[in-house]
Structure formats: C-alpha cells, structure tokens
C-alpha cells in the first residue's frame, strides 16, 4: 500500500541554524501539508500547497518558513533560522483530491530538536 | 472558524469490551467531514475512519465505528472488542474548506489505555 515517507525521523539542532524536512507523499496525489505538534499537544496545520504554490498558511507560518517541491516526488518544509519553540513533531500528508470524500495521509513525522 | 472539542482526556477500558471516545465540533459550513486518527507511542498518525456530514449512515470500519450524531453535533469513535495494542492517542479532526483549499481542524486528543 502507499504511503508518505519522511526523512529524516529525528533531527538536532541548535538555535539559528537552517533545517530542512523532507516528505515524499504518495505518488498520484495533488495535495501536500505540512502539521506540526508540539509535545503533548494537539496537531496543528502549518501550510497547504498545490500546483507549485501555498493554498494556504497558518499564523505560524511565518518568514521563517518555506516549502517548496523542488522535483516530481519530494516535499520539503525549510525553516530558516530555529527557535527553541520549533521543537515539535512536523507531520507532512497528501490527499489526491479536496472532495467530500479523501482523506489526507499523513507521513510518520520528523522529531525536531533544538537546542 | 471550525472547532473540535475532545473532553476526555484519558480513557481506561479492559481489553475486550468496548469503548466510546467523545468529540464533539462546531461549524457553520453545511457540508463537512469528520475524521478520527490514532498515534500510537511511536508518534505516527494513522487514519482510522471518516464521517461525511451528508451521509446517512453511520461509518464503520472493522471494530471501528463512527456514533454520528448531527443534530448534536457530535462523533464519537467506538471501538470494540478492545485491543492491547488499541491503547494510543486518539485525534477527532474536522476537514475546513476555504476558497478551494483544504486543512485539518484537530482537537486535543484522547489517551486510551487499554488493561489486560
């Protein structure tokens, strides 16, 4: 069955530093997210994208972070320079279509750690 | 805006009975979907079961089912004949739609515990 890859599965940083998450989503489908949950509390979205472009962003979301989907397959969420309080799992997901009906899968998560 | 209340934040359920977790949710919108995903320890979310505002009849799947409710807005996962392995975090989610996009609404979970 399908399903949305993320590497890497744990990543440490220090504060200031550039990281970038990785996502492959399933490979027919349209739609790409990225969540985030801070530990021990609810999943929160981040950014959606289609076509090449950000459908929509969170008050999160702000000039410190980016994605882009630099080829066919991968999906990546960049943020610039780490504060503490980006310690959080990222989630990223994909959906083939927005109906009624599909569902966004989600990746297994990358554990941000920043120090 | 969409909201999903969880009140639960722990459950406890001995392993083969059956168990409700609640959620209810608050929208506007006419045409919604429910959702419900399980994390397990090891932090992945697995999609377990969806609920569209127009259907008539409740979801199931497996030992899964969805107690939809829409007057009262509420939709509460059912599981039965419990599972050592069922004990998890569970996340009601609400889809919202906006101008052709789409995200997840989630509410802030329940932690089931399932005793042999």
């Known amino acids: 069955e399908p399903e949305v890859t993320q590497t890497p599965s744990h990543q440490v940083t220090q504060m200031g530093q550039e990281v970038i998450l990785r996502c492959v989503p399933i490979?027919?489908?349209?739609?790409f997210y990225w969540y985030r949950q801070i530990l021990g509390q609810k999943v929160e979205f981040l950014v959606s994208?289609?076509?090449?472009?950000?459908?929509?962003k969170s008050e999160i979301f702000d000039d410190q972070f980016s994605v882009e989907r630099p080829d066919g397959s991968n999906f990546t969420l960049k943020i610039r320079s780490t504060k503490l309080e980006d310690s959080a799992m990222y989630f990223c997901?994909?959906?083939?279509?927005?109906?009624?009906?599909?569902?966004?899968?989600f990746g297994p998560g990358t554990r941000l750690t920043v120090l | 805006a969409q909201k999903i209340t969880q009140t639960q934040p722990g459950m406890f359920v001995q392993e083969k009975e059956a168990v409700t977790l609640d959620c209810t949710y608050d929208?506007?919108?006419?045409?919604?979907?429910l959702f419900w995903y399980k994390q397990p320890s090891s932090g992945e979310m697995i999609f377990l079961i969806y609920?569209?505002?127009?259907?008539?009849q409740n979801a199931t799947e497996g030992r899964y089912s969805l107690n939809f409710q829409k007057a009262r807005k509420s939709a509460n996962l059912v599981i039965s004949a419990s599972q050592l392995g069922d004990s998890a975090m569970y996340f009601c989610?609400?889809?919202?739609?906006?101008?052709?996009?789409?995200?997840?609404?989630f509410g802030k979970g329940t932690k089931l515990t399932v005793n042999p």
């Open positions: 997901a994909s959906m083939w279509l927005v109906s009624s009906t599909d569902t966004q899968y």
């Open positions: 929208t506007s919108d006419p045409s919604y979907g």
């Open positions: 994208f289609y076509n090449n472009e950000i459908s929509e």
């Open positions: 490979s027919n489908h349209l739609y």
């Open positions: 989610a609400m889809r919202a739609v906006q101008g052709g996009s789409e995200k997840l609404v």
């Open positions: 609920q569209g505002s127009y259907d008539q």
